[in-house]
């Protein structure tokens, strides 16, 4: 094939043709291992990386949101990223419509946003990429399926706008909405891996292989609101090869041609210049794309579980036409943006730099400050009623065991002062020293035991707390609300609790499992060896125990400063860690855009940051850790000193063997005591990370306002949901106001509107991850409550079984690294009396990827995700649709299900559901219900109820065919993108 050049050129084809393959060929992603890939004649794996990047440019679906401030994720596109103005950023976010966007961030374009911030859509997140890509404006830009998650009206807005900005550019779209592609553009249809038909749109629609009927049928259903005088007209694009602009260093001609050659016909870049159609099935496979996957399975709770409507949530109010930061003023470098204007007067913060000063970032102010470290005592207050009976009885044996095995100290010490006290003796020194030594040997046997038994019942008793700690902090963080996962994205994110989880936890079983039985141990080998030694040589005892205040303040002293350069350390290791993840999630675009040194510069600095601080830990910390451990050398002298001093003055009533028990006394206990405090380091370690984790325990709290009432309804139908308000805070506005609809069993209901209307909120209420904002007496069955399920208040509900009840399909698919079958089964109720074979291939050929999966070599057993078979976005929507059919779910909740999906695969999709809900089967249950937020026609044309909104409100409702007839909002939105093309069509020559 070759691309027209200075031309926009549209790729379709259905789900898993190879077209995002395709996309990663011409960017030098994937290499082929047959055929070549020219640009301009040259062969592209020739190419230098940075030429390549500075001229082609790819914009993935999934669009990746670097942690930054919003100014610097659109300045990233820039190739003069030392001197992005606010001009240039402002006219950027007004290329892609983020204007409203931006007024409604807390801090405008200061606003620190991420891969996971809820305070942006996946729309949003397109048009930032789009905004992105336009400071870049590169020769050859590719964009794969840019506006899948936008409404109709903003899909034609946006479609138009790029076709003004790429006049006479090389432009390659990759799209299933075909209703955009006009008359005279040239489009590349691919099928299986292969390129089926090529030529202007104008030659394919009558085509009968081509996959247009979905596309046709929806435009003959729409021909009467078109005028016949909005045919679409433009002037052909020439015949020749693709070029980019010439540059000053590494140019390539413009003469020559990007094309794709099969091994065999080499010679047609020299020759030949007729399009032809190349295979991509026996050759190129598409590798797993681990970080796509990853960064997925990160967003998974906070994008598609948590997501807000941010458009309809207006932050600090600011003057209209403006974007938070002064136009007037340009900024000197997006690596370092300061102290420059917003339009309401404020400053913008210091932004994340690239740069070694500018690498820290400014905490929002509004985020609560860090707990205190809390004390030994309070951590070990969370122990005993974690544990159960058995564990119980483990924890008092183990506290025994450790009396025991403090007891056999001072006893071995006093055996020991007898095996010496034999050697004085006149007669029988034989049988003496050997009483002693039997002596030795029993209490050294039962020191051992004792002391290995009560490390291990601790250690036991440690491990059924950490794991008791996980399970209830990640079920509180399961039925946490959307809004506290918002108020806390920054230090709550879902990063930051499965790291607690997974290694705070570990680190924290050490209080347990070693300081509880070494404190035993020290604490009852002090008492008796103390007291023992007082009864004996009184004087000698309280000389041993002068520098003990010397020693407790030296210790001391160290564990705070320990601590404090602990919580130091792991943030400085947290960041260097979030930004090499950082660099590893999005490589693909960081590549795209030439940004490597920049963001190795980052995670540069910030692991020298981190070594920094760790140097600064030992330097603070370490004259405290020498001082309390020579503290026992400098014991041992004394007491020897002072020991010799009271035997040579003969003092009365102090014999030689009494003189000898009382150092053994001493020197044993305080040694041992000493041995074992060297453990200290790693308490303190563990200390803080048992407060981090403790953290979560106390802030993750249930979103159940009463634990008096637990009802389980037999479904969660009919859903109510009356005047229904919902506010993120009470300085914001609504996301919803009054809204009211019910959702009947056997009924589908499809939720439509333009981007940021309150779509994926509503979803966010059926699903219980966010409540209303009107209360009402739990104690009064007969007040007005604003949502309920199957006749039960929402408050009274034990969500985790409603939850049973309810299946959900999110925007952004995610695949588990397993076989497809497991990806399917995962969530089946193991008492269903199908085989989970049998509802898994049920399940499969209901979403329509059944064919699909039996063409695989292995079939069901096939593995995806991280490391296995890759499958395109289409496709993995449809495992993600068959996942939640398995479940055989009452209710059936599905986000934008045909985003990623050919026009064919949705159909299917559409009469499975409708079917599915007419199923007999599912009747029997009590019936099944679907609620679908769409911009998809196909999704309203099934719906038995559309409900539109706009701006968090309820404008009108009732089927597709009467809301189209009555011309009013929902016409309006369908249409506006055919007018919109017509408007922004050229006029005919």
């Given amino acids: 094939m070759q691309i027209p050049p200075n031309a926009l050129t549209f790729l379709v084809g259905d789900s898993g043709s190879g077209k995002s393959t395709l996309c990663s060929l011409m960017t030098n992603l994937l290499t082929p291992v047959a055929g070549e890939v020219f640009v301009d004649g040259h062969p592209i794996d020739k190419i230098q990386p940075s030429c390549l990047s500075r001229h082609i440019l790819l914009v993935h679906q999934n669009a990746s949101v670097f942690h930054d401030s919003f100014f610097n994720n659109v300045a990233f596109g820039s190739t003069c990223r030392g001197n992005v103005s606010a001009t240039e950023v402002r006219q950027a976010c007004a290329f892609a419509q983020l204007e409203s966007t931006v007024l409604q961030l807390d801090n405008g374009l200061a606003t620190i946003v991420g891969p996971r911030s809820p305070n942006l859509s996946g729309g949003e997140r397109q048009r930032l990429a789009l905004a992105r890509a336009w400071m870049r404006d590169p020769a050859i830009l590719i964009l794969d399926e840019p506006t899948s998650a936008l409404d109709p009206t903003s899909q034609s807005a946006v479609t138009n706008a790029i076709r003004r900005w790429r006049r006479d550019k090389t432009t390659i779209i990759v799209t299933h909405d075909m209703s955009n592609i006009r008359e005279d553009d040239f489009v590349f249809i691919m099928k299986s891996g292969s390129i089926t038909r090529q030529g202007r749109m104008r030659d394919l629609r009558d085509v009968a292989t081509v996959p247009l009927d979905p596309v046709g049928r929806r435009e003959s259903d729409q021909a009467s609101s078109i005028s016949a005088n909005d045919q679409l007209e433009s002037s052909a694009c020439p015949a020749t090869h693709l070029s980019v602009a010439q540059h000053q260093e590494n140019t390539l001609p413009s003469s020559s041609s990007m094309k794709f050659t099969s091994s065999r016909d080499s010679s047609l870049a020299k020759s030949s210049k007729e399009d032809m159609p190349m295979s991509l099935s026996n050759g190129w496979r598409l590798t797993s794309d681990l970080a796509g996957k990853k960064q997925d399975f990160l967003s998974y709770l906070d994008r598609c579980f948590y997501a807000t409507d941010t458009n309809s949530t207006p932050g600090k109010s600011q003057p209209p036409g403006t974007l938070g930061v002064s136009a007037r003023e340009p900024v000197r470098s997006f690596t370092c943006l300061s102290s420059s204007s917003f339009a309401d007067g404020s400053s913008m913060t210091s932004q994340l730099s690239c740069k070694k000063q500018g690498t820290k970032i400014e905490k929002q102010t509004n985020l609560p400050d860090p707990l205190p470290y809390n004390s030994v005592r309070d951590i070990l207050s969370t122990v005993w009623p974690s544990l159960g009976l058995r564990d119980r009885l483990c924890c008092v044996l183990g506290l025994l065991l450790c009396l025991l095995a403090a007891a056999a100290t001072p006893a071995f010490s006093f055996c020991l002062a007898g095996l010496m006290g034999a050697m004085w003796l006149e007669t029988d020194k034989l049988q003496g020293g050997l009483r002693w030594a039997i002596y030795l040997v029993g209490i050294a046997v039962t020191d051992g035991l004792c002391t290995g038994g009560g490390h291990f019942l601790f250690e036991k008793v440690s491990q059924t707390w950490v794991d008791q700690l996980r399970h209830d902090i990640f079920g509180k963080a399961l039925n946490q609300q959307r809004l506290y996962c918002r108020a806390g994205a920054t230090r709550d994110s879902t990063n930051t609790l499965a790291r607690c989880l997974d290694r705070n936890a570990q680190e924290m079983r050490i209080i347990v499992s070693k300081f509880v039985p070494i404190s035993i141990v020290v604490v009852a080998i002090m008492a008796v060896s103390v007291s023992w030694s007082m009864a004996i040589c009184w004087q000698l005892a309280l000389v041993a125990l002068s520098p003990l205040p010397f020693y407790l303040l030296a210790v001391k002293m160290y564990v705070r400063v320990s601590s404090k350069w602990e919580k130091r350390c792991n943030e400085a290791a947290s960041e260097a860690s979030a930004a090499f993840e950082e660099i590893m999630l999005n490589f693909s675009l960081i590549r795209a855009f030439g940004l490597g040194p ?392």
């Fill in 598 to 989: 920049c963001f190795h510069s980052k995670q540069s600095t910030m692991a020298n940051r981190a070594w920094q601080v760790g140097l600064q830990k030992a330097i603070y910390t370490g004259p405290w850790y020498g001082l309390y451990q020579s503290v026992a050398l400098s014991l041992t002298a004394l007491i020897f000193y002072y020991g010799t001093s009271l035997a040579s003055q003969n003092t009365p009533n102090i014999g030689v063997n009494d003189m000898l028990q009382v150092i053994n006394l001493l020197l044993f206990s305080m040694g041992t005591s000493f041995e074992l405090l060297n453990g200290l380091p790693q308490l303190t370690a563990a200390r803080v990370a048992a407060t981090e984790l403790l953290r979560h325990a106390d802030s993750t709290g249930s979103i159940h306002t009463s634990k008096q009432f637990s009802i389980r309804p037999h479904s969660p139908l009919p859903i109510q949901m009356k005047s229904v308000n919902l506010t993120s805070d009470e300085s914001s506005a609504r996301i919803l106001s009054r809204f009211t609809c019910n959702i009947n069993p056997g009924s589908c209901v499809a939720i439509v509107g333009p981007s940021g209307s309150g779509k994926t909120t509503i979803l966010s209420l059926l699903l219980g991850l966010t409540t209303p904002d009107t209360s009402f007496n739990t104690d009064d069955r007969t007040s007005e409550f604003p949502l309920s399920f199957g006749g039960v208040p929402y408050s009274l509900l034990d969500w985790q079984y409603v939850r049973s009840k309810m299946a959900y399909v999110p925007q952004q698919p995610f695949l588990f690294p397993a076989t497809i079958r497991d990806n399917i089964a995962y969530g089946i109720s193991t008492t269903c009396p199908l085989s989970v074979q049998e509802i898994v291939t049920q399940a499969a050929q209901a979403s329509g990827i059944h064919d699909f999966i039996i063409s695989l070599p292995d079939g069901y057993d096939t593995l995806v995700g991280d490391g296995g078979q890759a499958l395109s976005g289409g496709q993995a929507q449809l495992v993600n649709i068959a996942r939640a059919l398995a479940r055989r779910p009452c209710l059936l909740i599905l986000d934008e299900p045909s985003s990623a999906l050919d026009p064919e695969s949705t159909l299917h999709v559409c009469k499975a559901l409708k079917s599915l809900v007419r199923s007999p089967c599912w009747q029997q249950d009590g019936g099944m219900a679907l609620v679908v937020a769409t911009h998809s026609v196909d999704m309203m044309q099934i719906a038995d109820e559309v409900v539109v909104l706009h701006k968090g409100c309820k404008v009108e409702q009732g089927t597709y065919g009467d809301l189209m007839a009555s011309r009013s909002h929902l016409w309006r939105l369908v249409h506006q993108s055919k007018q919109d093309q017509v408007a922004g069509s050229p006029m005919p020559h």
